[in-house]
T-cell receptor, first 113, second 119 residues
Framework: AQSVTQPDIHITVSEGASLELRCNYS??????LFWYVQSPGQGLQLLLK??????LVQGIKGFEAEFKRSQSSFNLRKPSVHWSDAAEYFC???????????FGSGTRLLVRP | DTGVSQDPRHKITKRGQNVTFRCDPI?????LYWYRQTLGQGPEFLTY????????KSRLLSDRFSAERPKGSFSTLEIQRTEQGDSAMYLC?????????????????FGPGTRLTVT
């Protein structure tokens, strides 16, 4: 069955440090992959997406992600975290012709001053 | 465009009551999705519409749930005889009709959600 796994429930980093959030997917066909961010009281905001082509994709707010087919991974990275990045991050895969999204369970990012 | 809006933002109801939520998508978006998110989990797909046609329903959508999009614009999600297990955040998202020629058409834009509490 198709699924998305985010192995880290919580991650704490210091402001200014680099960040990597892990995402692994299970999907038989070419995946369409997304990262969303959710702040308290806010809806989900799309950070970036991958459909094909260059496996390193750039998104908003200085985030990037790398698609690695051999590892079934799509990890999110940011070179220098800001306190405003504290939020919950969700990885998702787009399914079949419906393009409905299957989400991981999320990773909550805490930023130390 | 102001984005996807949902109403109400919060709803508290007693077990056994019926509730209805509304979603207004981005105006030119003809695809609309409903998801449900429980505490500590990612959103789970419930159903989606292409214009006014409901094309797929998840097994999560029991017969107490019904969704409509009568004119291909706003959508409503009704839950009859609510149960405590229905307590969740109900999210709506919209997109253009997907097409690989323009990958922006695959982007779903989410509303702020309706938080339902069943007491």
């Amino acid at each position: 069955a198709q699924s998305v796994t985010q192995p880290d429930i919580h991650i704490t980093v210091s402001e200014g440090a680099s960040l990597e959030l892990r995402c692994n997917y299970s999907y038989g066909a070419t995946p369409y992959l997304f990262w969303y961010v959710q702040s308290p009281g806010q809806g989900l905001q799309l950070l970036l997406k991958y459909f094909s082509g260059d496996t390193l994709v750039q998104g908003i707010k200085g985030f990037e992600a790398e698609f690695k087919r051999s590892q079934s991974s799509f990890n999110l990275r940011k070179p220098s975290v800001h306190w405003s990045d504290a939020a919950e991050y969700f990885c998702a895969v787009g399914m079949d012709s419906s393009y409905k999204l299957i989400f991981g369970s999320g990773t909550r990012l805490l930023v130390r001053p | 465009d102001t984005g996807v809006s949902q109403d109400p933002r919060h709803k508290i109801t007693k077990r056994g009551q019926n509730v209805t939520f509304r979603c207004d998508p981005i105006s030119e978006h003809n695809r609309l999705y409903w998801y449900r998110q429980t505490l500590g989990q990612g959103p789970e797909f419930l159903t989606y519409f292409q214009n006014e046609a409901q094309l797929e329903k998840s097994r999560l959508l029991s017969d107490r749930f019904s969704a409509e999009r009568p004119k291909g614009s706003f959508s409503t999600l009704e839950i009859q005889r609510t149960e405590q297990g229905d307590s969740a955040m109900y999210l709506c998202a919209s997109s253009l009709t997907p097409g690989l020629a323009d990958t922006r058409r695959l982007e779903q834009y989410f509303g702020p959600g309706t938080r339902l509490t069943v007491t």
